[in-house]
């Protein structure tokens, strides 16, 4: 157990409306990571961070932002969420940056109407 | 850029039959090869890993060997078991950006009958 926690575990929402994602670890790992997982992609990463309040972004950033206040809280933001959002989300984290291994959050199944 | 191909799935086996699930990669550098796998309902769990080439990563039964002349990190079990129907993601690690970048590939489902 990696002790990551994801909130909520799932969300249905409508299009247009705003909608928050959170991460929370319990490690201490400096990295964290969002990942969306779509049936044929398997997974892609949106955003990741390197520190507090540093976050820089990924291959699928687009319509998404974070934020990270605190070393276990990374949280996900949707500004407004579109059909093509509907997805499952994966946190993870690792310990250091380079070539070392990620541990996954449970993740969380969002699904925009 | 850098990239992973693995077989396409569904992979539908017996009970006690031997597995395969291959997997190649594109890379640059030197790239860290992981398999990870995921159970229905849940986030991905880290199988094994290899960092060099010639590494054998082992767990679980489960085994991959880097092969850097053919790019390939091909996953194999001797015997598989009901308990072993899952998603298994293949996954290289170039390190770039002083970040840890994971590449995944497409996943292959795994399904095990009695």
């Known amino acids: 157990d990696a002790g990551i926690t994801q909130s909520p575990r799932h969300k249905v929402t409508e299009t247009g409306t705003p909608v928050t994602l959170r991460c929370h670890q319990t490690e201490n790992h400096r990295y964290m990571y969002w990942y969306r997982q779509d049936p044929g992609h398997g997974l892609r990463l949106i955003h990741y961070s390197y520190g507090v309040k540093d976050t820089d972004k990924g291959e699928v950033s687009d319509g998404y932002s974070v934020s990270r206040s605190k070393t276990e809280d990374f949280l996900l933001t949707l500004e407004s969420a579109t059909s093509s959002q509907t997805s499952v989300y994966f946190c993870?984290?690792?310990?250091?940056?380079?070539?070392?291994?990620?541990?996954f959050g449970p993740g969380t199944r969002l699904t925009v109407l | 850029g850098d990239s992973v191909t693995q077989m396409e799935g569904p992979v539908t086996l017996s009970e006690e039959a031997f597995l395969t699930i291959n997997c190649t990669y594109t890379?640059?550098?030197?790239?860290?090869l992981f398999w990870y796998v995921q159970y229905p309902g849940e986030g991905l769990q880290l199988l094994l890993k290899?960092?060099?080439?010639?590494d054998k990563g082992s767990n679980k039964g489960f085994e991959a060997t880097y092969r850097k002349e053919t790019t390939s990190f091909h996953l194999e079990k001797g015997s598989v078991q009901v308990s072993d129907s899952a998603v298994y993601f293949c996954?290289?690690?170039?390190?770039?950006?002083?970040?840890?970048?994971?590449?995944f590939g497409a996943g292959t489902r795994l399904a095990v009958h009695p």
């Open positions: 993870a984290i690792s310990l250091a940056g380079g070539q070392n291994e990620q541990f």
């Open positions: 996954a290289l690690s170039d390190g770039a950006g002083g970040y840890n970048k994971l590449i």
């Open positions: 890379a640059t550098g030197y790239p860290s």
């Open positions: 290899a960092t060099k080439a010639d």
